[in-house]
T-cell receptor, first 113, second 112 residues
Framework: AQSVTQLDSQVPVFEEAPVELRCNYS??????LFWYVQYPNQGLQLLLK??????LVKGINGFEAEFNKSQTSFHLRKPSVHISDTAEYFC???????????FGAGTRLAVHP | DTGVSQDPRHKITKRGQNVTFRCDPI?????LYWYRQTLGQGPEFLTY????????KSRLLSDRFSAERPKGSFSTLEIQRTEQGDSAMYLC??????????FGQGTRLTVV
């Protein structure tokens, strides 16, 4: 069965500092990996996805993530965060595109001035 | 195209009452998913429709839960005899073919 582990439940960071949100997955089949962001009282918005091809994927709002098959990781990074990046971030995996996404528990990113 | 719409946004109900939520997917999206998100957790898959056919149901979906998608358009999720453990955010997502999953803003259910 597939599963996702987000290693940090909360990540506090100062504005303009770099940030990395960690995600590890387990799967016995080919995987598709996603990062979603959720602002308070909102639905989920896709930040970026890995379906195939280059292991470094770039998304919206300056975020990027690297698929590492040997370490079964898909960590999310941003070189310089803004106050507006404060939100909950979810890593997700599926065995077929956007079919039945399996989500991690989420990481709350808190950006402080 | 106004995105995925869910109604109501918030629902407070007494334990034992029945509630029904509605999801209007993006028009012509043939696949529709329901997820449940409890506080401090990621969304969990509940059920999936392709057009009007309900193709998969999670074990999380007890006998008190039922979902429909008549005519392959909007979908409803009904919870009968609500329990406090049903309190959660219920999210709907729609997909066209192999495209991106678009999520609605969710319905937050509070059972008191």
């Amino acid at each position: 069965a597939q599963s996702v582990t987000q290693l940090d439940s909360q990540v506090p960071v100062f504005e303009e500092a770099p940030v990395e949100l960690r995600c590890n997955y387990s799967s016995s089949v080919s995987v598709y990996l996603f990062w979603y962001v959720q602002y308070p009282n909102q639905g989920l918005q896709l930040l970026l996805k890995y379906l195939s091809g280059s292991t470094l994927v770039k998304g919206i709002n300056g975020f990027e993530a690297e698929f590492n098959k040997s370490q079964t990781s898909f960590h999310l990074r941003k070189p310089s965060v803004h106050i507006s990046d404060t939100a909950e971030y979810f890593c997700a995996v599926s065995d077929g595109g956007y079919n039945k996404l399996i989500f991690g528990a989420g990481t709350r990113l808190a950006v402080h001035p | 195209d106004t995105g995925v719409s869910q109604d109501p946004r918030h629902k407070i109900t007494k334990r034992g009452q029945n509630v029904t939520f509605r999801c209007d997917p993006i028009s012509e999206h043939n696949r529709l998913y329901w997820y449940r998100q409890t506080l401090g957790q990621g969304p969990e898959f509940l059920t999936y429709f392709q057009n009007e056919a309900q193709l998969e149901k999670s074990r999380l979906l007890s006998d008190r839960f039922s979902a429909e998608r008549p005519k392959g358009s909007f979908s409803t999720l009904e919870i009968q005899r609500t329990e406090q453990g049903d309190s959660a955010m219920y999210l709907c997502a729609s997909i066209q073919g192999d495209g991106e999953a678009f999520f609605g803003q969710g319905t937050r259910l509070t059972v008191v």
